[in-house]
């Protein structure tokens, strides 16, 4: 069963570093998430990281990812601790303060390991990286304030994964698939 793994995110963060994906810090990371994710949905029926979308006011956030990432450097939070330390093991952060404000640059310790990717994965990937290379966090930030999905979600809610998608077979196939995993979890949890 796919689920979350800090590890293949981690491992994602490697691979736009190493495609030279410009102004790319913790803002940039979580619309890039997003559209990576919304365009494997479209194309294959899943996503690839397995995270919650929320729609903050820079657009779609990866839930998880950005819990890990802001906890960090927080000693006493034990609710992230397994998930930062394995990041750590991955990646390093560097925080910088420029004008009052911070920019985060992900320093990657490993090398990307391709092997936690499927072939789609690593096609859109590749395809995101690509279209979004050069893109500053606003204009990434504003062109996933476009997205119908982002504009139809209230402020601080979790963007539904149904409404990422525009086919109606696809939407459908994403629903079924929704309400067997909620079945489940309720059989194993009963």
């Not at 290379?133 to 990434?140: A, F, G």
């Not at 809610?157 to 459908?172: L, N």
């Amino acid at each position: 069963m796919n689920q979350y793994s800090i590890e293949k995110v981690a491992n994602a963060i490697i691979y736009f570093v190493d495609s030279k994906v410009e102004h790319f810090g913790k803002t940039k990371l979580m619309k890039l998430m997003y559209f990576a994710d919304k365009n494997h949905l479209e194309k294959y029926g899943r996503t690839i990281f397995f995270d919650d979308y929320y729609k903050l006011p820079r657009g779609p956030v990866a839930s998880m990812t950005l819990n890990i990432i802001n906890n960090i450097n927080e000693e006493e939070n034990e609710d992230f601790k397994s998930y930062t330390e394995e990041f750590l093991n991955i990646l390093d952060i560097n925080i910088q303060n420029d004008n009052g404000q911070k920019i985060i640059n992900f320093i990657p310790k490993t090398n990307f390991k391709k092997e936690l990717f499927s072939k789609s994965e690593i096609n859109i990937l590749e395809s995101i990286s690509s279209k979004y290379k050069s893109y500053t966090k606003k204009e990434i930030s504003d062109e996933s304030h476009l997205l119908k999905e982002y504009q139809k979600t209230e402020l601080n809610s979790i963007i539904d994964i149904v409404d990422m998608v525009d086919d109606e077979d696809t939407k459908s196939y994403i629903s079924l698939w929704q309400n067997e995993h909620k079945e489940f979890n309720k059989m194993i949890h009963s």
